[in-house]
């Protein structure tokens, strides 16, 4: 059964910085590429960044050289570092692996606010 448990959300400044983390089960982490994906009120769910098993990252444009992807394979988990945040980054926070399978988390919150 497939488990994604995302947290590290948050309420802060501009400018401010979050890291998020998602434990995921092993079934899915072991082989296939994980990915953020976010979504903002009333809008669709958006990828973020994707890492794939052997270490390459790819990014949104709208997040490129503020968000950093990392993964730690011992412990089934994948980070998502967000620096220099912006009120636009506000949104639910998923992880999921890419392509997305079927099942979701519950997310995490980030508010961006003054």
């Known amino acids: 059964q497939v488990q994604l448990v995302e947290s590290g959300g948050g309420l802060v400044q501009p400018g401010g910085s979050l890291r998020l983390s998602c434990a995921a089960s092993?079934?899915?982490?072991?082989?296939?590429?994980m990915a953020w994906y976010c979504q903002a009120p009333g809008k669709q769910r958006e990828l973020v960044a994707v890492?794939?098993?052997?270490?390459?990252?790819h990014y949104a444009e709208s997040v490129k050289g503020r968000f950093t992807i990392s993964r730690d394979n011992a412990k089934n988990t994948v980070y998502l570092q967000m620096n220099s945040l912006k009120p636009e980054d506000t949104a639910v926070y998923y992880c999921n692996s890419a392509p997305a399978l079927d099942t979701w988390g519950q997310g995490t919150q980030v508010t961006v606010s003054s």
């Open positions: 890492i794939t098993t052997g270490g390459s990252t």
């Open positions: 092993g079934s899915i982490f072991s082989i296939h590429a």
